[in-house]
């Protein structure tokens, strides 16, 4: 299994420090590598933020991406909602 986690590293809502945002089941035979694609979309950024109403902020955020949560690649994007 493919999985990506996100974390906002400028809210103003202390953030989870990953949140998976998007997976997929994928099945290799030894050897064997596939591309795979997983979107994340504006709407996917979302918290609940200080006035208690659902909010995406401008800000840079991490992303992770690997079989699990400690483990795999990382990199990073720019957010402006």
């Not at 996100?6 to 596939?34: H, I, M, N, W, Y």
């Amino acid at each position: 299994m493919v999985q990506l986690y996100v974390r906002d590293e400028v809210a103003s809502v202390s953030p989870r420090v990953r949140e998976l945002k998007a997976f997929q089941r994928v099945t290799l035979k030894p050897g064997e590598s596939r591309a795979v694609s997983l979107r994340v979309a504006v709407r996917d950024l979302w918290f609940i933020g200080l006035d208690m109403k659902p909010v995406v902020e401008p800000g840079t955020f991490r992303v992770y991406v690997g079989s699990n949560s400690a483990e795999g690649v990382e990199g990073g994007f720019e957010c402006i909602p």
